[in-house]
Structures are given as structure tokens and as C-alpha cells.
Nanobody, 126 residues
Framework: QVQLVESGGGLVQAGGSLRLSCAAS????????MGWFRQAPGKEREFVAG??????????RYTDSVRGRFTISRDNAENTVYQQMNSLKPEDTAVYYC?????????????????WGQGTQVTVSS
């Protein structure tokens, strides 16, 4: 079992920045690919960013709408994955979820992930 707890969400003006954290406990954190997803009201949960597990080099993957603005990283010593979000836009408003997948590669579909956090709200005002 893996437990995931997100933090760092909040209210920010357009153009601002936030840093989300996801603290993991349980099984070996470094063996999991980690992903960030988001879900806005009335919309499906969508992939935002992901990072592969450590032995494969920690390669990253982003959805087109956030590439160049968001950065995902992981600290295996602290069992934590981060998402730095810069140049935020109102359309980034959503509940952001951290997810873990016992796999080598980063998948973009939610059903590939085995464990989920409770989510943290990000609201970007115009």
C-alpha cells in the first residue's frame, strides 16, 4: 500500500506561481512512476505531468497545455514528488491529484495508476 498526501494548493492571481507537494508513505517510493492529474468541475480527470521511477532516469512527460510552465520533480530521499507551476492561467483552476503507478513508464490515463491522493484545490483568478 502507498499513501499519498498532497499540499500546496491555494488561490493565486493569473501569472503567479504555486508549488504542489505530494508526500508518499508505504512501499518503496523510488519504484513508482508518479503523476499529477487535475479535474475541473464538470470535466474528466486529465493528465498534467509525470515522472518515471528512478532507475529509468526519472524522465518526465507533460501535457501540451502546461509544457514550459510546469515542472515535475521527485526527491526519493524525502519520498516526495513536486510540481512547480509558473505563469498560471485561470484555465489551470482545478483539483490537483497525485498518483502512483508501479510501472517503469509514465502513463497518461488515470486507470493506469494504482494509488491516489485526496487532491488539493488550485484556483487561479483573472
Amino acid at each position: 500500500q502507498v499513501q499519498l498526501v498532497e499540499s500546496g494548493g491555494g488561490l493565486v492571481q493569473a501569472g503567479g506561481s504555486l508549488r504542489l507537494s505530494c508526500a508518499a508513505s508505504g512501499r518503496t517510493f523510488s519504484s513508482y512512476a508518479m503523476g499529477w492529474f487535475r479535474q475541473a468541475p464538470g470535466k474528466e480527470r486529465e493528465f498534467v505531468a509525470g515522472i518515471s521511477w528512478s532507475r529509468s532516469g526519472g524522465s518526465t512527460r507533460y501535457t501540451d497545455s502546461v509544457r514550459g510552465r510546469f515542472t515535475i520533480s521527485r526527491d526519493n530521499a524525502e519520498n516526495t514528488v513536486y510540481q512547480q507551476m509558473n505563469s498560471l492561467k485561470p484555465e489551470d483552476t482545478a483539483v490537483y491529484y497525485c498518483a502512483a503507478d508501479l510501472d517503469i513508464v509514465v502513463w497518461t490515463t488515470p486507470r493506469a495508476y494504482d494509488y491516489w491522493g485526496q487532491g488539493t484545490q488550485v484556483t487561479v483568478s483573472s
